[in-house]
C-alpha cells in the first residue's frame, strides 16, 4: 500500500491525512526523523512556515528530507508548505531551497487575508479547482524549468510543479475536492514504477 508521510510539526496537516485516507492511502504522521524512513512521498501542510522551518532545524530533519527529496522522493507544499520549498524567500528564515521560486509571504496582506476563488488548472482537467486563501504566500518569479499550473486572473502564480516536486499557494485539503491530491499521487506511483529503493531512506533508517 501507498504510504505518503504527512510533515506534523505544525499546522493543517490531519485535513491532509483524511484526504489521503479516503483515496486508499497510507498517511503516515512524520514528527521526527525517523518517521521519514518507508514514505513513498511527503506532504508538507500549510502553518506558519517559520515555525515548521525551526522544528525541522531543531529535529534535525531539513538535511534529511533536502536529500530525500533530490533523490526523487515526491514532496508537495501547500501554502506554508510551498514556501519551504522555496529557493528565495527574500528574508532569513529555513527552507528546503527545492523549487526555483521566489516568494512573497502574505501577499495578500491583512485586508484579504483569506479568500476563495475558482482557479483554472488545466492539469486537473476542464472543471475550475475552489482554492481555500489563507494568509497565503504568491509565487512572484518561476524558474524556467518550473512549470506554472495555475494562475489568479491578473498572472500571479499560485501552483507550480517541477518533477517531484509539486507547491500551492492554498488549501486543496480544506476542501472536498481530491483532484490535487489525486495529482499528487501520480507523482508517488510514477517514483514507485521507477523500481529503485532510495539509498537515502536507508541511510536515514540507519541513523534513527
Ligand atoms: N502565512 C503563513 C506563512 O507565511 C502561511 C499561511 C498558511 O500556511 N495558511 O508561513
Known amino acids: 500500500m501507498t504510504r505518503v508521510g504527512v510533515l506534523a510539526l505544525q499546522g493543517a496537516f490531519v485535513e491532509h491525512e483524511r484526504v489521503l485516507e479516503r483515496l486508499g492511502v497510507e498517511a503516515r504522521e512524520v514528527r521526527q526523523r525517523k518517521h521519514l524512513e518507508g514514505i513513498d512521498g511527503l506532504i508538507i ?5 517559520t515555525t515548521i522551518g525551526k522544528l525541522l532545524d531543531t529535529l534535525e530533519m531539513t538535511e534529511p528530507l ?3 527529496a533530490r533523490d526523487g522522493l515526491p514532496v508537495w507544499g501547500t501554502c506554508a508548505g510551498l514556501i519551504l520549498l522555496a529557493s528565495d524567500v527574500g528574508r532569513p528564515q529555513t527552507t ?3 523549487l526555483d521560486i521566489a516568494v512573497r509571504r502574505n501577499a495578500f ?5 483569506s479568500f476563495e476563488t475558482d482557479l483554472e488548472v488545466p492539469a ?3 472543471e475550475p479547482f475552489h482554492a481555500v486563501f489563507i494568509r497565503a504566500p504568491i509565487i512572484e518569479r518561476a524558474g524556467d524549468d518550473v512549470t506554472r499550473l495555475a494562475t489568479l486572473p491578473h498572472g500571479t502564480i499560485v501552483a507550480a510543479e517541477r518533477g517531484n516536486l509539486l507547491a500551492t499557494a492554498f488549501h486543496p485539503e480544506l ?4 483532484r490535487f491530491h489525486q495529482y499528487f499521487l501520480e507523482k ?3 517514483r514507485g514504477n521507477e523500481g529503485a529503493a532510495s539509498p537515502e531512506l536507508v541511510a536515514v533508517g540507519e541513523r534513527t
Open 45 to 49: 501542510p500549510g502553518g506558519e512556515s
Open 188 to 190: 508517488v506511483a510514477a
Open 66 to 68: 533536502r536529500a530525500m
Open 124 to 126: 486537473l482537467g476542464a
Open 109 to 113: 496582506g491583512s485586508q484579504l487575508d
Open 175 to 178: 476542501t472536498a475536492d481530491p
Open 96 to 98: 528546503l531551497g527545492l
